[in-house]
């Protein structure tokens, strides 16, 4: 399937930039228009799949006519179901301007959401990873060009070591956001290894997505310390693990590690009665300083009764193999950043 991310250097990436900025100039009179907040939403998806078969990959359950009875009614329906959980998350009527999405299967998948479910309306444009990853699993971020004027994108690819099968790309775009300053943004899009196998076993897995995302840090870093960075995604790992701590010990906080929801929601996933916090918002300092929200968010129509743990769990997609019309087994996770506020003194 063909990939959106796009050269760094293209002539159709330079001219969208130049065309975004003269927005920003003609909306403010000669200086650029400044922008109360920026938003942030992160969702795992819990397996959006397509109804086609992509060679080479392990998507079979997910045909017309294999186990799960997976169908074109069922396909729009999740996509709607999506499309429905990330315009809830909008804060004062203002759709979120970054979507970072995991467990998306393709291109396509991702062109249908921002083009022909409930959420085409919010005309977002979108990138995509092309991964080895064997089920086809990749991630996707979702931008508004009217907040966010895309600069360059690419893919991280993960080296696999021993044991360890081929996992999902890291998807990081560079672009500028549409306040008083036209800040630079780098975003990164993680999906880390699952825990399959047991938290010990799969851990160095983990550590090598973990290890090339830091080598991406310190080279941004290395050119602006104090550069402005978001990394969202499932990571498969709570926030108090060493391997959140490598990440955060390069200047960055965790703006989500106590983020709560409504209706008693407690994380963004939950196993056998505990709610987990495996999905995170990181940000560097300067911009944790400006964070003015984070929540999960969890109306009552993401949410099912959990009747053997008692309490709600997320409405998911299949409960083991049987279909249930529900939207993830992950709930989205919200951050807003109000530019404007006076940033915190960064600590040495």
Same mark, same amino acid.
């Given at each position: 399937?063909?990939?959106f991310?796009?050269?760094p250097?293209?002539k159709r990436?330079s001219?969208a930039?130049?065309?975004?900025l003269?927005?920003?100039?003609w909306?403010?009179?000669?200086?650029?228009?400044?922008?109360?907040?920026?938003?942030?939403?992160e969702?795992n998806?819990e397996n959006?799949f397509?109804t086609?078969?992509?060679y080479g990959?392990q998507?079979?359950?997910?045909l017309?006519?294999?186990?799960?009875?997976?169908n074109?009614?069922?396909?729009?329906?999740?996509?709607?179901?999506?499309?429905?959980?990330?315009?809830?998350?909008?804060i004062?009527?203002g759709i979120?301007?970054?979507?970072?999405l995991?467990?998306?299967?393709?291109?396509?998948?991702?062109?249908?959401?921002?083009?022909?479910?409930?959420?085409?309306q919010?005309?977002?444009?979108y990138?995509t990873t092309t991964?080895?990853?064997?089920?086809?699993?990749?991630?996707?971020l979702?931008?508004?060009?009217?907040?966010f004027?895309?600069l360059?994108?690419?893919?991280?690819r993960?080296?696999?070591?021993?044991?360890?099968r081929?996992?999902?790309?890291?998807?990081y775009?560079?672009?500028?956001?549409?306040?008083g300053?036209?800040?630079t943004?780098h975003?990164f899009?993680v999906? +880390?290894? *699952? =825990?399959?196998?047991?938290?010990?076993?799969?851990?160095p $897995?983990? %550590? #090598?997505a973990?290890?090339?995302l830091?080598?991406?840090?310190?080279?941004?870093?290395?050119?602006?310390?104090?550069?402005?960075?978001?990394?969202?995604?499932?990571?498969?790992?709570?926030?108090?693990?060493?391997l959140?701590?490598?990440i955060l010990?390069?200047r960055?906080c965790?703006?989500?590690?106590?983020?709560a929801?409504?209706n008693g929601?407690r994380g963004?996933?939950r196993?056998?009665g505990?709610?987990n916090?495996?999905?995170?918002? +990181?940000a *560097? =300092?300067?911009?944790?300083?400006l964070?003015d929200?984070a $929540?999960? %968010? #969890?109306?009552?129509?993401?949410?099912e009764?959990?009747t053997t743990?008692?309490g709600?769990k997320p409405?998911r997609?299949?409960?083991g193999?049987?279909?249930?019309?529900?939207?993830?087994?992950?709930?989205p996770?919200?951050?807003?950043f109000?530019?404007?506020?006076?940033?915190?003194?960064?600590?040495?």
């Open positions: 399937m063909k990939s991310l796009r050269p250097g293209s990436q001219l930039t130049a065309l975004f003269l927005l920003l100039m909306a403010g009179g000669g200086c650029p228009a400044v922008a109360q907040a920026f938003t942030l939403v969702l998806c959006l397509d086609c078969h992509d990959r998507d079979t359950e997910y017309p006519g294999a186990v799960r009875h997976w074109r009614g069922r396909y729009w329906r999740k996509q709607n179901h999506t499309a429905q959980a990330i315009l809830s998350c909008a004062d009527e979120p301007d970054l979507v970072a995991c467990e998306v299967e393709n291109d396509s998948v991702v062109r249908d959401l921002t083009r022909r479910s409930l959420l085409r919010a005309k977002y444009d990138l991964s080895p990853d064997l089920r086809g699993i990749d991630v996707a979702l931008y508004s060009p009217f907040t004027g895309l360059s994108s690419y893919a991280l993960v080296a696999p070591v021993e044991g360890m081929p996992t999902r790309d890291i998807l775009a560079k672009g500028v956001t549409n306040t300053a036209a800040d943004l975003v899009v999906h +880390l290894p *699952s =825990r399959f196998g047991g938290e010990r076993y799969s851990r $897995f983990r %550590q #090598a973990v290890s090339r830091c080598q991406a840090i310190d080279s941004i870093q290395a050119l602006t310390p104090e550069a402005n960075i978001l990394i969202a995604g499932d990571f498969n790992d709570e926030p108090g693990s060493p959140i701590g490598q010990d390069r960055l965790n703006v989500t590690a106590k983020a929801g409504a929601v963004t996933y196993y056998k505990a709610w916090r495996i999905d995170h918002i +990181l *560097s =300092r300067r911009l944790a300083s964070a929200t $929540f999960i %968010q #969890a109306p009552l129509f993401l949410l009764e959990d743990y008692g709600y409405r997609t299949y409960n193999m049987r279909y249930q019309p529900g939207y993830s087994d992950h709930l996770l919200v951050a807003r109000r530019w404007g506020k006076r940033p915190i003194p960064s600590k040495k």
